[in-house]
């Protein structure tokens, strides 16, 4: 039963870390940059929220459309101030802006909300579900749903809708995408809203299940959430999800029966061991560089 | 034309230069223009001189992003920290001892992580470095040994501005002569393109794990310089930060040029001293500058020249006399 | 006598697309060989299984009765094969003398202790080698841009630096990817020149990808005709003009 309850437990984390992988996949596939200020945003998303709740005292679910509306406008502007200028440096160098950014976040949040944990108010409340011996708290229940059905929306959008196709022919050939007629700009600055939107739920239903905000929370959630992404195969949305509920169980098992200290380091191992052997991730192709 | 002749007089001049700063530093410290506070200070700016011109070795001329450096100096750290901690040599060189086993245990951690890891090209080097960094600072909080959460005491202070500048010289003088030689040159070469490189008869396996070891193996140094000044080490100071600190030294001094990632790591370590006055707003200052920079100096400070005294006087020459 | 290069039953697939096919080539030493053939016919794709950058499915590759095949690309350079790219690919921020003495480094022997104790060897080494790529570079008319970036070169000096380049890791079999391609036409006979001039002289061989039918004619004493991936014709250049094949596939069905 123990088991099992680690494996629920690995899917409620996985299902966080995939909401947030996909921001950095998504990025990824675009304009090839790792946005180190991706794990920031989810942790300005955690704040939004919570404010809503104390200040506005509106219900959780409005304070989680602020906050992706927030969060979805914070990474536009970073992508318009801080990425774009860059586009065509090495790319070393947006990664730095990227490092700068995250920085500038987190001294920001501690400037207005202080380097304090701020707890987190309980917003799914009620009685858990029983399946067979097992109880899942409805938190569990309600983030994997949400995760779910946000990223069907994702894939649907992604693959159906004309902005969607839009992303896939800039991921594919930026050059060629413009000559198409598409606005390489729009569709980045789009890129970085969903991305940032989705990281704000991540953040929100991270909020519950470990109810503590502070301004570090991000850096180890976006770089798990990270990790996921590279795992599965960075750039591609499937391979985002994949990773992030392997890394979600894996987690949770070596949490449960080995030690919490070490999940880290378990985490980190896995992908290493997988990189070794597919060097682009599971779902990722590798591609041949043309000589 | 004659290499020799070409660069004896760079040699002469930086050499002068060289002794004249080390005169004048230690000249204000006896006389106590420069107080304990700044002495502390420019140890930290040796330090982080050699982390940075030893990042540079593998970021800026071998072209490869690496997110792990701090992982290499805990190596060294710690690995130094037990020697002195353990061995009973004579204390005059026994930390000259403990310094070179810090280096070389880095180095062969870095063998280790170099020769699968340098198999993967781009952003997946970086990756995995940063993932070895996290694992060596969980894997220190979690060893008896190594102190655990509470840190390592009990190291004897051993690093001073004289041992630091010195092995700082040695250090840059190390990766300067590597660089301007065959072996640099293949290094470079690597960078600029690999497929060429190849194609050129380089062999970029063998040099990409040189550059990468050697890079260690001064990262270590550096750590055990550290371990020995501050004397309680603990994993949180070699954790993700610490690497982007380095990083950061090295892009804003130029990717590729010694000089700049050593002038870089002066202001650097200077600058958050300046800022101390603000200390609230220090980080967020230091966040802006960075991005600014990036921004509007995207190649760094230098970029890949060299900034060279020589020049300098000659041109101060042809200013004055003609 | 044997020859130079023995290539036979050369394959590779591309997730199931044959791009080369049964590829056959012999070159004996100081053979002038040109490989044409349309667009997308694999000629890049022989050069890169020639040299390691990829691993043919099946089929040998000989090198003065050596095999080739599972060397890495900087082995089969020492092995006396080097190369030149389609598009041109140089050490872009490395100075143009810097580009040529990187392709000494199989002869180059200091060690790096050499380097760093500044020791004789490190000395004559670099002072031979330096007067090496000068001379090097004074065939191809660079010796005045010897200490400037490579990416400051016009065009057309790019080119002949990545020829200068491959010739100075010694080979005996040079591959030229398209070496006018982007000349106008009398930098492409200057070149030509050139081409030939570096043959009789390092007494090599070389195979020349071109797209310019007239050039290749002019020049190669052997020209073999690549369709699909596989050989269609190979011979003398009278005989690839007057074969009907060679005809219908690369000048055109004539009516």
Redesign the interface.
Known sequence: MDFVLQIINGLHVGSIYALIALGYTMVYGIV?L?NFAHGDVIMIGSYVVLLSLTELHVPFWIAIIVAVVFCALLGMLIERF?YK??RN?????????A???S??L???AM?VFSANPKPFPNVISGEPFQFGGVQVGQVTIYTILISVVLMVLLELFVLKTKMGKAMRAVSEDAGAATLMGININTTIAITFAIGSGLAAVGGALYSTAYPIVDPYIG?MLG?KA??AA?LGGIGKIQGAMLGAFIIGITECLTKGYV?S??S??VV??I??LV??VK?AGILGQNI??K? | MNVLKKKIPSYIVNAISVIAIYLIISQLVWIGVINNYYLGIIIVIGINIILSTSLNLTTGFLGQLTLGHAGFMSIGAYASALFSINANLPESIEFYFALLVGGICAAIVGILVGIPALRLRGDYLAIITLGFGEIIRVIILNLDFTGGAKGLFGIPYATNFTNVFFIMLLTIYIIWTVIDSRHGRAIKSIREDEIAAEAAGVPTTYYKLFAFTLGSFFAGIAGGLYSHYILIIDAAKFDFNRSIEILVIVVLGGMGSLTGAILAAVTLTILPEYLREFSEYRMLIYAVILIFAMIFRPKGLLGTSEFSLLKVFQFIKRKVIG | MTKLLDVKNLSVSFGGLKAVNQFEIQIGSQELVGLIGPNGAGKTTVFNLLTGVYTPTEGSILLDGNSLIGKGSNKIVNMGVARTFQNIRLFKNLSVIDNVKIAFQSQMKYSALAAVLRLPSYWKEEKLFEEKALDLLKIFKLENFAYQKACNLPYGEQRKLEIARALATEPKLLLLDEPAAGMNPSETNELMETIRLVKEKFEIAILLIEHDMSLVMGICEKVAVLEYGSIIASGSPEQIQNDPRVIASYLGESD
């Open positions: 090839k790792i801080a200028p860059l440096a090495s790319r070393i160098t947006p990664l730095i802006t490092i700068g950014v920085l500038l987190q001294n920001i400037k850096s770089l990270f990790i590279v030690s200290q070490l880290e380091a980190f191992a992908l290493i990189l070794l060097p041949r560089e000589v």
